[in-house]
């Protein structure tokens, strides 16, 4: 169990050595304070362990540009106000 409640680098450190993942996502509750702690994490993330930002909604973007099958989903899902298949979030 890890335990967020314990100073950045302790709670940096449980996480990696329990894990070594390829995508992190890094939620705020809202409020300033979290979206300062969460943009602190996803910076150290990125600098001490290599890991690097992914915008998803740019890639989201490029693919409905791009016209890909997986862009041309997004963009029907998009025009006409259907959700997508749960196969396009997997």
């Known amino acids: 169990m890890i335990d ?3 100073d950045f680098n302790a709670t940096l450190k449980s996480i990696c050595a329990l894990v070594e993942p ?4 890094i939620r705020s509750s809202g409020t300033e304070k979290s979206e300062n702690t969460r943009k602190a994490i996803n910076e150290a993330l990125c600098t001490e362990q290599g ?4 915008n998803v909604t740019e890639l989201r973007d490029q693919e409905r540009d791009r016209r890909t099958t997986l862009g ?7 025009t006409t106000g259907t959700k997508c298949g749960l196969d396009v979030y997997i």
Do not use: K, P, Q
């Open 22 to 25: 390829t995508i992190v996502h």
């Open 72 to 78: 041309n989903r997004i963009l029907h899902s998009e």
């Open 51 to 54: 890991f690097f930002t992914l």
């Open 4 to 6: 967020a409640e314990t």
